[in-house]
């Protein structure tokens, strides 16, 4: 329930509007004091709970990095799409973009939401692109707006890279957690001058750091939060950046996911064929999670039937008290018989 202006506002802004990263509108209710606006269900809530919370026991979900880069993207696609694509000389001004207004569908999809604050404005014929009274939340204003009351859709741009950073930082604006820092536009400059980054960004995304899509998505937050609006790229174009830097990162996780094939084939012939059935008659559960792993565990041996065998890789000639023994084929498999089982688990383990 909102209040009648906006409301208004947003039927007016969004039944125009459609795109599949801005929230769909899909009905309303005028009944007396009653202004209710019905929107699309996103089944998956809003992106900052999917932000780390300063309370470690409250339940949220860890997003990985590819996940957050194709959610920026969307979120960049919608906001790109008020401020340039709305049809004719008209642009959109959301004013109050935060994590709490990106919206996430069952898909995964991100959207643009909450327009009750926005203002739509005609381009060209000799009015400008500023709007006096802006509005927005404390932490996702530009620090201009503080002095001259106005925003522009570079207003817009500054918020979409506290956005960014709070991705990148696993950390919500203005709250403070446990190691003291507060993310906000000055101090996630300061780390970004400084070359101090990875002090603050989310632990779990550590070992993409250095990466070249991590590297151009701070880039381009930091370039959002620009002091000066002159200085901040224009949404098409930090739209146009994420989504080459996620079709990059897309590329690279379908290589490495081919070349774990790859290797897991390569591995699997070095296997013996009944490999399978050799798992099964194993004395203890044989713990691996590849199949060069199951191939060492052969390497190394292990007890079968009831300790009766030990089963090894057929190239591999253990030394027990200076005398070697190599497996021998019995049934067509490769063991050593448990005369010398004592003296070889010494030996293998």
Known sequence: MVGLKGVLAEIQLLSGQEHPNLISLLGYCDDGKEKIIVYEYAARGSLDRY????????????????????????????????????????????????????????????????????????????????????????????????????????????????????????????????????????????????????????????EHMGSYSMTKFSEIAYRCLQDDREQRPAMDIVAKELEETLNLQVALAHKLEENEEDASENWEKKLPHDYPHLIKMSDIPLNYTNREELYLLFCRGFL????????????????????????????????????????????IN
């Open 51 to 206: 932000i780390r919370r300063r309370n470690r026991d409250e339940s949220s979900s860890t997003l990985t990095w590819l996940e957050r880069l194709k959610i920026c993207a969307d979120a960049a696609r919608g906001l790109n799409h008020l401020h340039n694509n709305i049809g004719g000389h008209r642009t959109i001004i959301h004013r109050d973009i935060k994590s709490s207004n990106i919206l996430i569908d069952e898909n995964w999809i991100a959207k643009i939401s909450d327009l009750g604050l926005s203002k739509l404005n005609v381009m060209g014929f000799g009015m400008g692109l500023i709007v006096s009274n802006g509005c927005g939340t404390p932490g996702y204003c530009e620090p201009e707006y503080y002095t001259s009351g106005v925003v522009t859709k570079k207003s817009d741009v500054y918020s979409f890279g506290i956005v960014l950073f709070e991705v990148l930082c696993g950390r919500l604006c203005i709250i403070e957690p446990d190691n003291g820092f507060i993310l906000s536009g000055k101090s996630v400059k300061e780390y970004y001058n400084n070359g101090n980054l990875v002090m603050i960004i989310d632990p779990s995304l550590r």
């Open 304 to 347: 079968a039937n009831n300790g009766q065998q030990i089963y090894l890789n057929i190239y591999d000639a253990i030394i027990v008290e200076g005398v070697e023994f190599r497996p021998v084929v019995v049934d067509g498999l490769y063991v050593v018989e448990t005369s010398i089982k004592d003296n070889l688990i010494g030996t």
